[in-house]
C-alpha cells in the first residue's frame, strides 16, 4: 500500500507566523499535488511538481518536491487568517489509476 | 457555474434506505470519481471511471454501486444505507490518470 503521511495533524498559529507542513511517503511519484479544502467545499488544487528537486511559489506559498520524488513540504510564509483550511498532498504514478491522497493538515490561522 | 456539479448537498436518511448521489461535470474530462471523506482518514476512493464503459471499484466499493449515464455524469447509489455510511461524499473528474483531479463541492449523508 503506499502511504502519504502528513504531518503535522493539526497546526494553529497566530496570524504573521511561517510554518511548514510535512508529506512523506516511501513510494516514489511521478507528481505530487497540493489541495486546500475549506469548510463546506470540495478540495483545490493549489500547485503541482514533478520533478526531484522542485520548488514552486505561489504568492506566500512555497512548495518543494523531494529530490527523490518520495516527500514534499508546503512553507507558508506571514500566515493570514485566510490561510485557515485542510491541506491535503497527493501522489500520483504515470501507472497508477488513482491519486494517494494523505489524510491533510488542518490549519487554523488566528487573527 | 460549478464545473462539477453534486446534489443533493446535504441529505438525513434511514437505515435500509436507497439513496443516490449525482455528479455532472463540464470540464469534458473523460475520468471520473467518487471518495468519501471521514475525519481521521482522509480521502478513499470508491469508484472510478475512466469512460461511460468502463467503471471500476476503488479501495471501499462494498455496498455502494454507480452509473455512468454519459460522459459527464456519474451517479453513486446507497443499496441500503447503514450509519457507517455516515461521511461527506466527493466527485471529481480529470483529463487523464494520475493529474490533478477537479472536486464538487461535496454531499453530506447522515443515515440514521
Known amino acids: 500500500t503506499q502511504l502519504l503521511e502528513q504531518s503535522p495533524q493539526f497546526l494553529s498559529i497566530q496570524e504573521g507566523e511561517n510554518l511548514t507542513v510535512y508529506c512523506n511517503s516511501s513510494?516514489?511519484?511521478?507528481?505530487l499535488q497540493w489541495y486546500r479544502q475549506e469548510p463546506g467545499e470540495g478540495p483545490v488544487l493549489l500547485v503541482t511538481?514533478?520533478?526531484?528537486?522542485e520548488v514552486k511559489k505561489l504568492k506566500r506559498l512555497t512548495f518543494q518536491f523531494g529530490d527523490a520524488r518520495k516527500d514534499s513540504s508546503l512553507h507558508i510564509t506571514a500566515a493570514q487568517p485566510g490561510d485557515t483550511g485542510l491541506y491535503l498532498c497527493?501522489?500520483?504514478?504515470?501507472?497508477?489509476?488513482?491519486?494517494?491522497f494523505g489524510k491533510g493538515t488542518l490549519l487554523t490561522v488566528n487573527p | 457555474d460549478a464545473d462539477v456539479t453534486q446534489t443533493p448537498r446535504n441529505r438525513i436518511t434511514k437505515t435500509g434506505k436507497r439513496i443516490m448521489l449525482e455528479c455532472s461535470q463540464t470540464?469534458?474530462?473523460?475520468?471520473m470519481y467518487w471518495y468519501r471523506q471521514d475525519p481521521g482518514l482522509g480521502l478513499r476512493l470508491i469508484y472510478y471511471?475512466?469512460?461511460?464503459?468502463?467503471?471500476n471499484k476503488g479501495e471501499i466499493s462494498d455496498g455502494y454501486s454507480v452509473s455512468r449515464q454519459a460522459q459527464a455524469k456519474f451517479s453513486l447509489s446507497l443499496e441500503s444505507a447503514i450509519p457507517n455510511q455516515t461521511a461527506l461524499y466527493f466527485c471529481?473528474?480529470?483529463?487523464?490518470?494520475?493529474?490533478?483531479?477537479?472536486f464538487g463541492d461535496g454531499t453530506r449523508l447522515s443515515i440514521l
Open positions: 513510494s516514489v511519484f511521478s507528481s
Open positions: 497527493a501522489g500520483g504514478k504515470n501507472s497508477n489509476y488513482k491519486l494517494t
Open positions: 471511471s475512466f469512460d461511460v464503459k468502463d467503471i
Open positions: 511538481v514533478v520533478t526531484g528537486g
Open positions: 470540464k469534458g474530462h473523460d475520468r
Open positions: 471529481a473528474t480529470s483529463d487523464y490518470v494520475g493529474q490533478p483531479q477537479h
